[in-house]
């Protein structure tokens, strides 16, 4: 079971006020024990060097149809 810090509560709490959600405080706290990992694997993905390109979701105008 992932670790749930005070820090991890805050943080989602911050998050879903800024989103207007307001789920039950049990769905918080599942949240908060979540996010530790969540943000370690995205930091993971950030980190990867793939050089000067873009992700495949991004299209730009005039590109498509080529």
Same mark, same amino acid.
């Given at each position: 079971m992932p670790e749930?810090?005070?820090d991890n509560v805050?943080?989602?709490?911050a998050l879903l006020d800024a989103a207007g959600l !307001?789920?039950? !405080?049990?769905?918080? =706290?599942?949240?908060?024990?979540?996010y530790?990992? *969540?943000?370690?694997q995205v930091?993971? *993905?950030?980190?990867?060097?793939i050089g000067n390109v873009d992700p495949a979701?991004?299209?730009r105008a005039g =590109? *498509?149809?080529r």
């Open positions: 749930k810090t005070a805050t943080t989602v709490r !307001q789920p039950p !405080q049990v769905e918080v =706290e599942r949240l908060a024990e979540l530790g990992p *969540i943000r370690r930091a993971m *993905i950030y980190a990867a060097d979701n991004v299209f =590109e *498509i149809g």
